[in-house]
């Protein structure tokens, strides 16, 4: 992560406030994670080159604007009883 990415990542964090600052930060990581396996998987990356990650950010960043309360509310229904 560069400095470009740390303001973005606290500027959703304001934006979004808790607990959906948290989601935008697990999403984005969970979807560079994924989009980097698969860059590795079909040649076009090799392991430990750098990508960049505010695209991430800012997708998760649109994800939670629209599907943020169904999400959030799937992921607390795992700890209910």
Not at 15 to 24: E, I, K, T
Not at 42 to 66: D, R
Request: aromatic share 18%; proline share 4%.
């Amino acid at each position: 992560m560069g400095g470009g990415d740390l303001k973005l990542g606290v500027f959703l964090g304001l934006v979004f406030g808790f607990p959906y600052s948290l989601m935008v930060l697990m999403l984005s990581f969970l979807l560079g994670a994924l989009f980097g396996i698969a860059l590795i998987l079909i040649g076009k990356k090799k392991f430990g080159q750098t990508m960049p990650f505010g695209p991430f950010l800012s997708l998760a960043g649109v994800i939670t604007i629209f599907w943020g309360a169904e999400i959030l509310s799937w992921y607390l229904s795992f700890g209910g009883r």
